[in-house]
């Protein structure tokens, strides 16, 4: 595998449901990005690491809680999740967390919540 | 807050006619201007990128166009194809601070052969 990976990619839950998305990246980066893609609306920064560092929590409610174990890989941890939590979240990776440096995606994982 | 402004929402051309895609951003230290590229039920990739120092750059058949008076920035892509199909989305970041892009909300391009 190259690049940005993400697992699973389509994902069904019901609202009681724990789950938790997976991605890898195999760039050799020091950064990682969640972003929440719902249809129509700009992408939405999630959470955001340097290094398996939070760096940013941009607001997001605490039923998604991130986890960085190490510099390749950052999981999403779901629980207790509400209908429109359903989206396309998408994970990124950048060489580092300096402004201007390229951020590359995963195919994303498809969730609805249900 | 900051935010970025994309127009048209969605845009039909035939082939070979250009379309042209009008960003608008709110912080006026944004100093950093990619463009993605995502095909429907693939992920977004990076077609071109802008810096604040620079008013306009090509890269083939795609070009990017800076004004910071206006805050404005466009993507031109000319002799559309077929493949040239997707959803583009604008971006802004400012130097400082970590990694972080404003994204517009997108616009579905459309080239009918």
């Known amino acids: 595998e190259t690049g940005v990976t993400q697992t699973p990619r389509h994902l069904v839950m019901g609202m009681t449901n724990k789950k938790s998305l997976k991605c890898e990246q195999h760039l050799g980066h020091n950064a990682m990005y969640w972003y929440k893609q719902s249809a129509k609306k700009p992408l939405e920064l999630m959470f955001v690491?340097?290094?398996?560092?939070?760096?940013e929590n941009n607001s997001v409610p605490s039923r998604f809680s991130p986890e960085c174990p190490n510099s390749s890989h950052l999981f999403l941890h779901l629980h207790t999740l509400q209908p429109e939590d359903s989206a396309l979240y998408l994970c990124?990776?950048?060489?580092?967390?300096?402004?201007?440096?390229?951020?590359?995606f995963g195919p994303g994982t498809r969730l609805l919540v249900l | 807050g900051e935010n970025v402004e994309q127009h048209p929402s969605t845009l039909s051309v035939q082939e070979g006619d250009s379309a042209v895609i009008k960003c608008t951003y709110s912080?006026?230290?944004?100093?950093?201007f990619p463009w993605y590229k995502q095909e429907l039920g693939k992920r977004p990739q990076l077609i071109i990128d802008i810096r604040s120092n620079v008013g306009e750059k090509k890269d083939q058949r795609i070009a990017v166009t800076l004004n910071k008076t206006a805050k404005h920035f466009s993507l031109h892509i000319t002799e559309t194809q077929p493949e040239d199909s997707a959803v583009y989305f604008c971006a802004a970041s400012r130097t400082g601070g970590y990694n972080k892009l404003i994204f517009g909300a997108g616009t579905r391009l459309a080239v009918h052969p």
């Open positions: 690491y340097s290094l398996e560092e939070r760096v």
């Open positions: 912080d006026s230290a944004s100093n950093y």
């Open positions: 990124a990776s950048s060489q580092d967390i300096t402004a201007q440096e390229t951020q590359y």
